[in-house]
């Protein structure tokens, strides 16, 4: 009797459990079909399928961004700066005052060498006029050749001095203008090794000025690539602070290979003109084919620290799918990881769905 009524227990019991594990069963599924009937739809956007396409398998070469036209400005007269009238980031005109060095030393000779041209000015017309007295005199014979000889000779004198005493001058003003040191091109001011009170040395640069021209990449390639690099090859280049890829060309290829390094240099000319000189850089060039899956720039999606694009699955639910991306360029972003070719990804209209959300109605490609 006992073991009777275990069994009934125990099938008691177990048909108990399998009404509630319906009754649940039934109610999440209930709660499910309401959620998915919950979920927005959204229209208007455009998906399309991933797939395979031929990309440049590059090399990624570092380097620093010049300018094409830069003047280090020096001084050719020595003394103390008594004012410097430019800063670092200063735009200049050719020509303009860019400091003062003091100029008393230099200022007291071109006196001197003027004093000393007026004085031999005067001692030039004085033997000028003597000659023309004795020219007479010879003329009537009264004068001996010899004497006359005397009397040109002191006029040539004369003469000679006076021209000395010009170049002189000419001379101590050009040293006295060498105490304004002026910008010998239009430009930016991007350096400054000098303040006020410091001493100036004749040669030793003082200030570095960058035209208005182009700029280029200085960067170093390994040595083994040496027959695939060559001059005119169209290449890309990242520039720090630039948000995008700049197209660029190799305009030259120097011969000589770094014994430690084993590189050699490149120049790469840019054809935008934003990037400043002493940026940071990465130029990619060109060494061959591959195949890589490559979707549009703007079908990427950034969260906070996330990368991702918007899949659409086979039942047209949005799912924000994280990706991990290599090289980007004008014809888009590689993919490494987080896509497979067919997947479904929204390419245009990123801004108006969620994770999520129910694709109908969108254009596909």
């Given at each position: 009797m006992k073991e009777w009524n275990h069994r009934r227990f125990i099938v008691f019991y177990f048909l108990t459990a399998m009404v509630l594990l319906t009754a649940l069963t039934t109610g999440c599924k209930g709660n499910t079909e309401k959620e998915a009937a919950k979920r927005p739809e959204v229209a208007g956007v455009t998906a399309t399928p991933v797939s395979l396409s031929t990309v440049d398998d590059v090399y990624e070469a570092t380097g620093t961004v010049r300018s094409d036209r830069t003047s280090t400005v020096a001084g050719r007269a020595m003394g103390v700066v008594t004012s410097l009238l430019v800063r670092e980031g200063d735009?200049?005109?050719?020509?303009?005052i860019l400091l003062i060095i003091d100029d008393r030393d230099a200022a007291s000779r071109a006196r001197a060498a003027n004093m000393a041209v007026e004085s031999a000015k005067q001692s030039k017309s004085l033997a000028e006029s003597t000659w023309r007295r004795y020219k007479n005199m010879f003329d009537e014979k009264a004068l001996s050749r010899q004497e006359m000889d005397q009397i040109e000779t002191q006029k040539k004198v004369a003469e000679a001095e006076y021209e000395r005493t010009v170049a002189m001058a000419q001379e101590a003003k050009t040293y006295l203008s060498f105490t304004r040191v002026?910008?010998?091109?239009?430009?930016?001011?991007?350096?400054?090794?000098?303040?006020e009170g410091s001493m100036v040395s004749p040669g030793v640069p003082l200030l570095v000025i960058e035209g208005g021209g182009g700029s280029y990449i200085e960067a170093s390639v390994d040595a083994g690539l040496g027959d695939k690099v060559k001059t005119g090859l169209?290449?890309?280049?990242v520039v720090e602070t630039l948000n995008e890829p700049i197209a660029g060309t190799i305009r030259e290829v120097f011969p000589s290979v770094d014994p430690l390094s084993r590189t050699f240099m490149i120049k790469v000319g840019l054809k935008d003109a934003r990037p400043r000189s002493g940026l940071f850089a990465r130029v990619r060039i060109p060494v061959g084919k591959r195949e890589a899956i490559l979707i549009p720039n703007q079908a990427i999606v950034r969260k906070g620290q996330l990368t991702g694009v918007y899949v659409v699955n086979s039942q047209g639910t949005v799912i924000y799918s994280l990706i991990r991306t290599g090289n980007t360029s004008v014809r888009g972003t590689e993919i490494l990881s987080g896509l497979t070719v067919n997947d479904r990804i929204i390419i245009s209209g990123t801004e108006r769905v969620t994770d999520g959300d129910i694709l109908t109605g969108g254009k596909a490609k």
């Open positions: 735009t200049v005109k050719a020509g303009q002026t910008a010998p091109v239009p430009g930016r001011v991007t350096e400054k090794r000098i303040d169209v290449v890309e280049a």
